[in-house]
């Protein structure tokens, strides 16, 4: 196969030359590496659910491999044959299959010391109550120790929204119907052990709508909260400034804290290490945690972590509706 600007190399030299340029245009074009490719772009999902569902950088990082060869500068050196002869041994950085189809260009801005998702939700689901042991989740309680100090308060007479079954409430519901339930019925949460009564509040109604995820009625309670406690935010972000921050992002984004809800039976491994976040927020002073919906991308929820058995006292209710 003749050669546009290497035939003084070997065919193997010319392989890693092109290879060597391919990811010289990803890094001129985008200054980014692969995330994943279209063989493991569910798995990258499944990993990194906050990421995948919120971070419009990498929802819109998808490429055909076809045309992403097309319109980089890969053409100024090699022949459109050659092209198609090199391509073909590129692989996906991921997941090592071949790099075909579409790709993601996309890269996470942090990577935290000691985050190895695999060993830490080994140990969720083995011996949860010893996760304190494993580094990064040690780091993790430092962190949210450090975050108090800055962290923000929740606004007063801020509106948010609750939704209960339509069947479940009266026809003209009162505040007490959107209340934390009685003790007695509470499962284990994304954030609260069984038994323990926490808040869940939406941002707006479609967040909701995502969150409650079924196809009857649903009745929607518009409340006023004055209840100005310290938040820790996990929201994910793009603004990360430090160690810390990098903590924070790995559990925002990760399946560590945004994994969708899989059942309603009582083995939910997927929120152990939610659950010990809230255990560390708590113990902290935290009053509640901020996070983003999995189920509405735009959403966010906040769920108050100890609110008083007096809802009255915290919560006014505005208005209801059913959707
Ligand atoms: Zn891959």
């Known amino acids: 196969m003749q050669s546009k600007s290497f035939s003084a190399n070997t065919l193997e030299e010319r392989q890693d030359i092109f290879e060597e340029y391919f990811d010289r245009d990803l890094e001129y074009y985008f200054t980014s590496r692969i995330s994943c490719c279209e063989h493991c772009y569910d798995d990258f999902c499944r990993e990194w659910p906050g990421t995948a569902s919120r971070d419009q950088n990498f929802r819109k990082s998808g490429m055909e491999i076809g045309y992403f060869l097309d319109q980089s500068r890969i053409q100024d050196d090699f022949y459109p044959e050659e092209i198609a002869f090199f391509s073909k041994n590129l692989k996906c950085p991921n997941c090592h299959a071949a790099l075909e189809g579409t790709f993601y260009i996309f890269e996470h801005s942090f990577v935290a010391e000691d985050f190895d998702l695999k060993s830490i939700a080994d140990l969720a689901r083995t011996a949860p109550f010893l996760l304190l042991s494993h580094p990064f989740a040690e780091q993790v309680f430092e962190v949210i120790k450090r975050k108090f100090d800055i962290a923000e308060t929740l606004p007063v007479k801020a ?105 309603d039976g009582w083995d939910r491994p997927e929120y152990v290490f939610t659950r010990f976040v809230a255990d560390c927020a708590r113990h902290t002073g935290f009053g509640a945690i901020r996070y983003g919906s999995v189920q509405h991308s735009e959403g966010a929820n906040v769920v108050i972590l100890d609110p008083p058995l007096e809802f009255g006292s915290i919560a006014r209710l505005v208005t209801t509706d059913s959707v």
Not at 209 to 226: F, H, K, N, Y
Request: contains cysteine.
């Open 159 to 263: 509106i948010w929204y609750r939704g209960r079954m339509a069947r479940d409430v009266l026809s003209s519901p009162t505040l007490s119907d959107f209340g934390p339930p009685p003790a007695a019925k509470v499962a284990e949460g994304r954030y609260n052990h069984a038994g323990h009564a926490m808040l869940y509040l939406a941002d707006s109604l479609k967040t909701v709508q995502g969150e409650m995820r079924v196809s009857e009625p649903i009745a929607v309670a518009t409340i006023e909260l004055d209840f100005p406690c310290k938040v820790l935010d996990l929201m994910i972000s793009d603004d990360v400034g430090g160690d810390d921050d990098e903590v924070i992002q790995c559990l925002a984004r990760s399946t560590l804290c945004a994994a969708p809800r899989k059942s």
